[in-house]
């Protein structure tokens, strides 16, 4: 019975790197908002409008207890799932739980170059991104440090580099005996 939970900011390449991770792992790859939106047929962004950052954050929080209690998973969780309620100390106990540190240039980058419009970002400059993320990072670091590992990606993973990547992410979880 495996649970590994990737954590970090948007843009660190959970989604890509949890899935070609799972894969190698021969683990069901799981994407905390695909489940919610799945769960309650509707977006994140239409669920934060009509519910609220608080009520989405419950919503959040209640989905994180039910993929906690599946086994031979890897959950990718949004940005924001660690820090709220206890949502850290539940990935803990659950499984092993993976930070995928960049730093705010390389994610302004990543999201500069990504196809997925990001709501809180929608409004940002390019002048003000960097910024921006580095202090959205800085409240969000002491739970993001938190993680049992913490793997840090100093620049932007190609196509190519991927297989790379989760190689070096397999053999820190054997170090742990995963």
């Known amino acids: 019975m495996e649970r590994i939970f990737l ?3 948007m843009g660190c390449g959970k989604s890509t790197i949890g899935k ?4 190698s792992l021969s683990l069901t790859f799981i994407d905390l908002d695909a489940y919610i939106q799945n769960t309650f047929r509707k977006t994140i962004a239409e669920l934060f409008e009509e519910k609220g ?5 419950r ?3 209640q989905a994180l207890q039910e993929v906690a209690a599946f086994e031979d998973v890897l959950v990718s969780t949004g940005g924001g799932a660690p820090c709220y309620f206890d949502n850290m100390e539940v990935m803990n106990r659950a499984g092993v739980t993976l930070y995928i540190q960049a730093e705010p240039e390389e994610l302004a980058a990543r999201l500069r170059a990504s196809k997925t419009v990001r709501p809180i970002l929608r409004d940002k400059k390019p ?3 960097v910024p921006f993320i580095r202090e959205h990072l800085a409240e969000r ?3 993001y440090n938190k993680a049992q590992i913490i793997f840090p990606t100093d620049h932007m ?3 190519d580099e991927i297989h790379l990547t989760v190689d070096a992410i397999v053999e820190r979880l054997k170090k742990r005996n995963i």
């Open 53 to 57: 950052e608080e009520g989405f954050r």
């Open 59 to 61: 919503i959040e929080r």
């Open 127 to 129: 002048d003000e991104l």
């Open 20 to 23: 070609r991770l799972a894969k």
């Open 141 to 143: 670091e002491r739970y």
């Open 157 to 159: 993973i190609t196509k």
């Open 7 to 9: 954590i970090g900011y």
